[in-house]
Nanobody, 127 residues
Framework: QVQLVESGGGLVQTGGSLRLSCAASGRTFSMYAMGWFRQAPGKVQEFVAAISWIGTNTYYEDYTDSVKGRFTISKDNTKNTLYLQMNSLKPEDTAVYYC?????????????????WGQGTQVTVSS
């Protein structure tokens, strides 16, 4: 099992940046693919970004108003930590952000593809 704790959320103005962290317990963090999801008020949880277990493959939400090009996911297996660098933030990025883990090499974009979840961290972008 792995336990996940997110941090780094907060209030930021439009155009600002935040870096979210997700600290994982356990000795096998390197054997988990990881993902970031978010949930805005009144909306369903949605995929943001994901990374393979050794960090060589990354995936981003790529529909309209994509985070691709603004957000960067990374994974430091020596520190048991997942990151999400968020730049050029917009009010529509406001949500609770969750990290998630799955004990497989490859990441997926679906909520039900992940076995373990953190408690979430609030990101609020003011206009």
């Amino acid at each position: 099992q792995v336990q996940l704790v997110e941090s780094g959320g907060g209030l930021v103005q439009t155009g600002g940046s935040l870096r979210l962290s997700c600290a994982a317990s356990g000795r096998t963090f390197s054997m988990y693919a990881m993902g970031w999801f978010r949930q805005a008020p009144g909306k369903v949880q949605e995929f943001v970004a994901a990374i393979s277990w050794i960090g060589t493959n990354t995936y981003y939400e790529d529909y309209t108003d994509s985070v691709k090009g603004r957000f960067t996911i990374s994974k430091d297996n020596t520190k048991n930590t997942l990151y999400l660098q968020m730049n050029s933030l917009k009010p529509e990025d406001t949500a609770v952000y969750y990290c998630a883990a799955r004990p497989y090499a490859l990441a997926v974009r679906t909520v039900n593809g992940y076995n373990y979840w953190g408690q979430g961290t609030q990101v609020t972008v003011s206009s």
